[in-house]
């Protein structure tokens, strides 16, 4: 018999018993009811551990673990209608790579800066960086997650390049400002916790509280994230 007093069995305690008494049920036999011929009394020695085997659940610790468990399973519902990439089939290094960074970037966790390099439609040759919380908080993603749409850098994002037509642009979001001194790189601050984020290739290191990560994709020539975790998410 399944021992549904272990902790593995939370979540099954929500999945098959509405309430105690359905649980107390579960673990009275045919054969107990023959001899007691009351299923109040059965409950109550199942309840009591005089009848059966193994440990049962106290009905305080029954209802707690059943709210707990109903809590999870509202928390991941509830996410799932958050996340533009929840419950999508990511082939691409790419997508699968912002799908991992999408809470902590909307929960403000972490700010990632990212490097796309590719070809816009009119097949010109485009870069820049986005600051993905923001775009995060004003677009909808799901398009880019279903493969309905490209995510390409803007001359709204914080720097944008036409490779053609030598047209650039640089912006500050709520996120970073833009530092543009340095002729060889751009540097951005973070409004939050004040440390720069420096991209370039060159550096051995983008920053206090940063990475650097390549991404190999197949449908965008040149991707790299910066991912950095704002002070107050130090651990």
Same mark, same amino acid.
């Given at each position: 018999?399944?021992?549904?007093?272990? +902790?593995?069995?939370?979540?099954?305690?929500?999945?098959? *018993?509405?309430?105690y008494? #359905?649980?107390?049920?579960? @673990?009275?036999?045919?054969?107990?009811?023959?001899?007691?011929?009351?299923?109040?009394?059965?409950? $109550?020695?199942?309840?009591?551990?005089?009848?059966?085997?193994?440990?049962?659940?106290? @009905?305080?610790?029954?209802?707690?673990?059943?709210?707990?468990?109903?809590?999870? %399973?509202?928390?991941? &519902?509830? $996410?799932?209608?958050?996340l +533009?990439?929840?419950?999508?089939?990511?082939?691409?290094?790419? %997508?699968?790579?912002?799908?991992?960074?999408?809470? +902590?970037?909307?929960?403000?966790?972490m700010?990632?800066?990212?490097?796309?390099? #590719?070809r816009?439609?009119?097949?010109?040759?485009?870069?820049?960086?986005i #600051?993905?919380?923001?775009?995060?908080?004003?677009?909808?993603?799901?398009?880019?997650?279903?493969?309905?749409?490209?995510?390409?850098? &803007?001359?709204?994002?914080?720097? *944008?390049? /036409?490779?053609?037509?030598?047209?650039?642009?640089?912006?500050?979001?709520?996120?970073?400002?833009?530092?543009?001194?340095?002729?060889?790189?751009?540097?951005?601050? /973070?409004?939050?916790?004040?440390?720069?984020?420096?991209?370039?290739?060159?550096?051995?290191?983008?920053?206090?509280?940063?990475?650097?990560?390549?991404?190999?994709?197949?449908?965008?020539?040149?991707?790299?994230?910066? #991912?950095?975790?704002?002070?107050?998410?130090?651990?």
């Amino acid at each position: 018999m399944e021992e549904h007093g272990s +902790a593995a069995g939370s979540e099954s305690v929500v999945t098959q *018993f509405n309430t105690y008494e #359905d649980y107390l049920d579960s @673990r009275i036999r045919p054969l107990d009811l023959y001899y007691l011929k009351d299923k109040k009394m059965a409950r $109550q020695l199942v309840e009591l551990g005089c009848w059966g085997s193994g440990e049962v659940l106290k @009905r305080e610790e029954f209802e707690t673990r059943k709210a707990a468990a109903e809590a999870s %399973l509202l928390s991941n &519902r509830t $996410q799932q209608k958050t996340l +533009a990439s929840a419950g999508k089939e990511l082939k691409d290094n790419f %997508l699968r790579a912002l799908a991992e960074r999408e809470e +902590a970037n909307r929960s403000g966790k972490m700010n990632s800066i990212i490097f796309v390099r #590719d070809r816009n439609s009119h097949g010109q040759e485009i870069s820049g960086y986005i #600051d993905y919380s923001h775009r995060l908080q004003f677009e909808d993603f799901e398009p880019y997650f279903s493969g309905k749409k490209r995510f390409l850098p &803007r001359p709204t994002d914080l720097s *944008f390049y /036409n490779w053609k037509t030598q047209a650039s642009t640089m912006n500050d979001t709520e996120n970073y400002q833009v530092i543009a001194e340095h002729s060889s790189c751009l540097l951005f601050k /973070n409004k939050k916790d004040r440390k720069t984020l420096n991209v370039d290739p060159e550096a051995s290191s983008p920053g206090a509280n940063s990475s650097r990560t390549s991404i190999q994709s197949d449908l965008y020539h040149h991707v790299v994230i910066y #991912d950095h975790i704002t002070r107050k998410n130090w651990v």
